[in-house]
């Protein structure tokens, strides 16, 4: 069940050190494309989508599906880019709402020469302030293969709580098949 809201994130978020996340545009697809390419071997053991390297058209049509995923409210989509440089991509992050009522999921991935710099960290605390500030939402969740280290490194980071490890699909060549879901629920008020 894909979880819906009538509220909006903000399209623009401020993340640490001259980054922010900003609504993905199709102003971004050649960046983003660029990035992609440039970072198959990074993606492919968690990504089962960077099996192949999508042309520049392909990507132009995911950012304005992404568009309209904004526009159903079903998902929300952002590019992390430096301040002093917004044409430039380093990375993609999303809020997606296809874990059921109340949550929704962050998903992110950074470029890997901009690994380690605690980027990957800074807009996931950005994103989970966003998603607890939206009426109707409670709950924020990451989504990791339990072999991928450095993503479940975030979420530790972050105060997120191991909720469970499930059996899942591998859907690509660096996963285990047990994905470990981390919540952050709201505070209560």
């Known amino acids: 069940m894909v979880q819906t809201t009538t509220a909006r994130p903000p399209e623009l978020l401020t993340v640490a050190d001259g980054y922010s996340l900003h609504r993905r545009a199709a102003a971004h697809a050649p960046a983003l494309n660029a990035l992609v390419r440039a970072n198959l071997d990074h993606l492919r053991p968690w990504m089962p989508w960077a099996g192949h390297a999508p042309d520049p058209e392909a990507t132009l049509a995911m950012v304005r599906a992404g568009d309209s995923a904004w526009q159903a409210g079903t998902d929300f989509l952002y590019v992390l880019v430096p301040d002093a440089e917004p044409t430039a ?6 809020l997606h709402g296809r874990v059921g009522p109340g949550t929704l999921e962050i998903g992110y991935w950074t470029d890997a020469g901009h690994g380690g710099r605690g980027l990957a960290t800074a ?4 994103l989970t302030a966003a998603v ?3 009426p109707g939402i409670t709950r924020a969740e990451i989504h990791c293969d339990e072999a991928n280290t450095r993503s479940a490194a975030v979420p530790r ?3 997120y709580r191991l909720d469970r490890t499930d059996a ?7 996963e285990t ?3 470990m879901i981390w ?3 709201r505070a209560p008020s």
């Open 89 to 94: 991509v380093v990375g993609a992050f999303g």
């Open 123 to 126: 807009a996931a605390r950005a």
């Open 132 to 134: 607890l500030a939206l």
């Open 157 to 159: 980071r972050l105060g």
């Open 168 to 174: 899942a699909p591998v859907s690509a060549p660096g």
């Open 177 to 179: 098949g047990r994905k």
């Open 183 to 185: 919540v952050q629920d």
